[in-house]
């Protein structure tokens, strides 16, 4: 983890890069508290040290089923219902944390690689057994920044400078072809590319991550401006940081401003999450700033 000080940034973008009904904008300045938080999502390793310690059954595995990127299935399994109006995505019988792409496959060489297939019910019991939480909004928005002020990706406001991939997203055409040009398919490490200025390694790109807050495309126009918490419960939590899926074409979320939200219950291939903790905590971190 790293200690991040706090202090006040601006939130939120004014561009027009984004989708209007995610409430993106407008820019304000917002007041946050010090916090620490995780420098890379959590991995298939950590997820798999809580499993074992608690016997936690993910809501995938209790379901028996969660959505997989159709191009990562092995044939045999391209069977699996697709989604109404996303067909790209499948609904696979037996796909879990431990079964990415579905029963026969497995994380083995993948435990530095994000966990996913977990509900937000999942993360939010991972968090309070590692002694921690997830991030509020604005938590998770001030830290991917890395200390840049109304850039568009956590190192500036080209997506690869200098011809460098800097984050796992898709190139190519969605959803038929991925040219992998970054070095990977599905997921990246957790700790794959460089970090932002503050150390956290890809808050653009690889998976979504779980936020604490509900979602809401206009509370934050009106509500507070320190250490905002999201509004009262709305059906749906709200996500940052885009995932290998995403296009410009298709999904142009992989910048730090960019919002999304997904219901509770859910899980996806692409979905993951980190983690934050109070000021107290110093084992194991380091700090940044003040």
Not at 43 to 55: I, L
Not at 112 to 136: C, E, F, I, Q, S
């Amino acid at each position: 983890m790293v200690r991040l000080p706090g202090g006040p940034f601006l939130m939120g973008t004014d561009a027009d890069d984004g989708y209007p009904a995610d409430g993106e904008g407008p820019v304000r300045e917002v007041e946050l508290d010090p916090f620490w938080i995780d420098t890379t999502t959590v991995t298939n390793a950590a997820f798999a040290a809580f499993t074992a310690a608690t016997g936690w059954v993910t809501l995938a595995e209790r379901f028996g089923t969660s959505f997989v990127f159709e191009g990562l299935l092995p044939d045999r399994l391209r069977t699996a219902p697709a989604v109404p109006g996303t067909p790209w995505w499948r609904d696979v019988p037996g796909a879990d944390w431990r079964h990415p792409e579905g029963p026969g496959t497995g994380i083995d060489d993948r435990m530095n690689h994000p966990v996913v297939h977990v509900t937000w019910r999942d993360a939010r019991a991972y968090a309070k057994w590692a002694g921690k939480r997830l991030p509020t909004e604005a938590q998770w928005e001030y830290a991917a920044r890395g200390g840049l002020v109304q850039a568009r990706y956590p190192w500036g406001d080209e997506r690869e400078p200098a011809g460098v991939h800097r984050m796992n997203v898709w190139q190519g055409d969605f959803p038929t072809r991925k040219a992998a040009a970054d070095g990977h398919l599905g997921t990246a490490p957790a700790d794959a590319y460089e970090p932002n200025g503050h150390g956290l390694f890809n808050t653009c790109g690889n998976v979504w991550e779980w936020c604490a807050d509900w979602f809401h495309p206009t509370w934050h126009r009106t509500g507070p401006r320190t250490n905002p918490t999201g509004p009262r419960r709305t059906g749906r939590k709200s996500m940052r940081g885009g995932s290998y899926l995403c296009h410009d074409s298709y999904c142009f979320r992989y910048r730090v401003a960019a919002r999304s939200s997904n219901t509770p219950d859910s899980s996806a291939g692409n979905i993951g999450f980190r983690c934050v903790t109070a000021p107290g905590l110093s084992v194991g971190c380091r700090t940044v700033g003040p």
